[in-house]
């Protein structure tokens, strides 16, 4: 148990140690942070508030904003905090504690993804029984089973780590605590660990990809019967999914579903998913959707009406 560790505290090593790259490391990250957190949160401000956007597809777009929200917020404000700082701390308490909410939000936002794909299944290939399949109450329960397998996924990863006794040396050549760099922090034998730590977190990739592409494969399939205007609107529709899907997926895979070995190319492939998925989502997802900027603009000038009231 970490009751029996030595280590009390882990340092970072970030990006780098220049005081020069550091500041432009803070610009650059508050800056996308910043625009991560206005246009996350104004697709889940504009989806909740407005009646036109009440359909399956918007009622889990603004969640899985809300999620991006929340996963790129466990990460990014230590980032910032700490490119001001020489010596980047966290205790192992801590430490350990971001990779369960890193490994909630990031495994609610697999599934959501993937409950995404269906949506899309069911509203291509049975447009008429769409609206009976995709009701209130199933949405309801989609999402709720996506932050239900997010916690079961994350509860499963932080109890393997616990079990572990830490003596260090205490230095991750990363910028946050996750589960390899952690590993190799380990007084004990991690192979069992690392082989439950990577079965628990590959099976939930591999088997949410395999739906996701067999969704995909189907709907591609039955668009051969539609109408041209048909096809071209469903298929803007999955390109804007498979975007952000492999954005997410294709850096996550790369990390998580390989032998618990860290590798210094493994600080950028994180920035991918943790900070430019959630920065690309209000771009991919809604600023490039008619029915989502109208909305924008309508409460836009709400607000206006209101405050010159």
């Given at each position: 148990m970490t009751a029996t560790s030595n280590m009390t505290e882990i340092i970072f090593l970030g990006f780098s140690q220049s005081q020069h790259l550091q500041k432009v490391i803070f610009v650059m990250f508050l800056l996308m942070y910043t625009a991560?957190?206005?246009?996350?949160?104004?697709?889940?401000?504009?989806?909740?508030?407005?009646?036109?956007?009440?359909?399956?597809?918007?009622?889990?777009?603004?969640?899985?904003s809300l999620v991006e929200l929340c996963y790129c917020s466990v990460t990014a404000p230590k980032l910032i905090f700490d490119s001001l700082l020489k010596r980047k701390v966290i205790s192992l308490q801590g430490c350990i504690t971001q990779i369960f909410f890193l490994h909630f939000f990031g495994g609610t936002e697999i599934f959501l993804l993937t409950v995404m794909a269906y949506d899309r299944y069911v509203a291509i290939c049975k447009p008429l029984h769409y609206v009976t399949i995709m009701n209130r109450r199933v949405c309801g329960f989609l999402v709720g089973a996506a932050w239900s397998g997010g916690l079961l996924h994350s509860a499963g990863q932080a109890f393997l780590i616990f079990q572990l006794p830490f003596c260090g040396p205490n230095i991750i050549d990363h910028y946050f605590c996750d589960v390899h760099p952690l590993l190799k922090l380990a007084c004990s034998d991690t192979f069992l660990i690392s082989l439950l730590v990577i079965i628990n977190g590959g099976s939930i990739s591999v088997i949410s990809f395999a739906v996701l592409l067999a969704s995909y494969v189907v709907i591609l399939h039955s668009l051969r019967s539609h109408t041209a205007e048909g096809r071209r609107r469903a298929l803007s529709t999955c390109a804007s999914h498979l975007a952000v899907v492999g954005l997410f997926f294709i850096p996550c895979s790369f990390v998580y579903m390989r032998p618990c070995i860290t590798l210094p190319v493994d600080k950028i492939v994180a920035v991918f998913y943790t900070v430019v998925t959630p920065l690309l989502n209000p771009i991919i997802y809604s600023f490039r959707n008619t029915e989502v900027k109208n909305a924008m603009r309508r409460l836009v000038r709400r607000k206006m009406s209101w405050e010159a009231k």
């Open positions: 991560i957190v206005l246009g996350n949160g104004l697709i889940v401000v504009t989806i909740m508030s407005s009646k036109g956007l009440s359909s399956p597809m918007y009622f889990f777009l603004s969640y899985l």
